[in-house]
């Protein structure tokens, strides 16, 4: 069905605003997406995150209000920050591009480069149940990183560029000239699955497609109730973080990458390793659990692009990235 021609499927929307993700201009993106949802004639409203609160409180005050419907315009992190008192009310999750990274939009959005056709996509689209993770009592749509992969996050949350993907490349390079690999441990179902040096490590709930082209990325998915464990072991050379920034579709060698799919896992680090969800930096941690809150969390609209894990569910006439709407499903 042309999206155009769709029912329009939500009744109102509250507006969760990050004014400083990607760079600023996240009041901007709320005028534009605002004044399209009001000529449908939708109630809106709009909260703004704090620095000190960080997006809980914004939607905290939209849910007394009486929305049920919670649109993002932020990166990762604040939705990140607004996910437990969406899960808790059972509201509906919509995620719109105003961040650096926009990993869960760039997954599961249909127009992750612009938040006005995004958000008129959604409009139309029905609710999907998603896997989350959860680590240390923060939840994570996305990904949970360990050592290198965390040094890189915190190197953009220090520095807000306004490069997109790219500033997780370029934060990368910096953190590549002092980070050594440490040991790592990880347990799953009672059983150790690895036990050796790490270099670098993400726990990821979607399909990773990074510029940085590790083996494994784009293996998880976010209805099998799995979270998926991947562990560079040894410091990449010049030459492979050279490729990377290519975007060559060549990879490290099978053995340098550890790969793991489950639904828990015990995370041990000796003398301790940074670690970030979803570009949050949490601090250094020596040991932590990681699960998955199998179909967790209420997402207004999914796309699911061509090869995209989607196993237990009908993906027939997802694979065509088409001007069509994809068939959905709750």
């Not at 760079?23 to 005028?31: A, N, S, T």
């Not at 919670?70 to 996910?83: K, M, P, S």
């Not at 953190?175 to 790490?198: Q, V």
């Not at 828990?264 to 003398?271: D, H, K, T």
Request: glycine content about 12%.
């Amino acid at each position: 069905m042309d999206s155009a021609g769709a029912q329009i499927a939500v009744d109102n929307v509250a507006f969760v605003i990050n004014p400083r993700s990607g760079g600023g201009g996240g009041d901007r993106v709320y005028l534009w997406v605002a004044e399209r949802l009001r000529q449908h004639e939708i109630p809106i409203a709009a909260f703004e995150t704090t620095r000190e609160g960080g997006a809980a409180p914004a939607v905290e005050a939209a849910l007394r209000a009486g929305f049920t419907e919670i649109w993002v315009i932020g990166g990762d992190g604040t939705i990140q920050e607004a996910l437990r008192p969406i899960i808790e009310a059972g509201a509906v999750l919509g995620s719109l591009p105003g961040g650096t990274g926009n990993r869960l939009v760039v997954e599961l959005g249909r127009a992750p480069n612009d938040p006005v056709a995004q958000a008129v996509w959604m409009m139309r689209q029905p609710v999907w149940r998603i896997d989350v993770g959860e680590a240390e009592g923060h939840l994570f749509t996305g990904r949970l990183g360990i050592g290198f992969e965390a040094e890189a996050a915190e190197e953009v949350v220090k520095d807000k560029s306004g490069l997109g993907n790219l500033a997780y490349v370029v934060a990368g390079l910096r953190a590549a000239r002092d980070i050594e690999p440490k040991h790592l441990r990880l347990t799953s179902d009672r059983e150790i699955i690895y036990d050796g040096p790490m270099l670098a490590a993400m726990i990821t709930n979607l399909p990773m497609r990074l510029p940085l082209k590790v083996p494994g990325l784009a293996s998880s998915g976010p209805f099998d109730g799995l979270l998926h464990a991947i562990v560079l072991r040894e410091k990449p050379g010049l030459d492979a973080l050279w490729r990377w920034l290519l975007g060559s579709d060549e990879c490290e060698p099978d053995d340098a990458v550890f790969e793991h799919c489950g639904p828990a896992y015990r995370v041990e680090v000796p003398n301790g390793a940074p670690m970030h969800l979803d570009g949050e930096v949490i601090g250094t941690l020596e040991r932590f659990d990681a699960r998955c809150h199998p179909r967790a969390l209420r997402l207004r609209g999914l796309y699911l692009r061509p090869g995209a894990p989607a196993d237990g569910i009908d993906v027939a006439g997802l694979s065509d990235a088409t001007d069509e709407d994809s068939t959905q499903h709750e």
